[in-house]
Nanobody, 124 residues
Framework: QVHLVESGGGSVQAGGSLRLSCAAS????????MAWFRQAPGKEREFVAA????????YYKEYMTGRFTISRDKDTNTVYLQMTSLKPEDTAVYYC?????????????????WGQGTRVTVSS
């Protein structure tokens, strides 16, 4: 079991930026992937981005490429999600998750450790 703690959420105006952080404990990183998902009110949880820990290869939801950047810092056991040009439709609770296996996938059922979430609100 790994403990994940997200931070960095908040309220911003459209066009603004935020950087989310996910601090992880006791990870043997090289065999896992880490991901960000989000859940807007009344909607299902959706994939945002993922990164393989060993190689740092990023994967994104199609329409988020260019605005969102996922990265990881092995020295601090932290995953980041840099979000720019934020839109009101980006409003959601953002969750960090660790994969069950080594692949970065878009399916939430492939992840078995989740943080408590951090709320992002984008106003127009």
């Amino acid at each position: 079991q790994v403990h994940l703690v997200e931070s960095g959420g908040g309220s911003v105006q459209a066009g603004g930026s935020l950087r989310l952080s996910c601090a992880a404990s006791r990870l043997t990183f090289d065999i896992y992937a880490m991901a960000w998902f989000r859940q807007a009110p009344g909607k299902e949880r959706e994939f945002v981005a993922a990164v393989t820990w060993k190689g740092g290869t990023p994967y994104y939801k199609e329409y988020m490429t260019g605005r969102f950047t996922i990265s990881r810092d092995k020295d601090t056991n932290t995953v980041y999600l840099q979000m720019t040009s934020l839109k009101p439709e980006d409003t959601a609770v953002y969750y960090c998750a660790r994969s069950k296996g080594g692949k970065a996938t878009i399916d939430a059922t492939d992840y078995d450790n989740w943080g408590q979430g951090t709320r992002v609100t984008v106003s127009s």
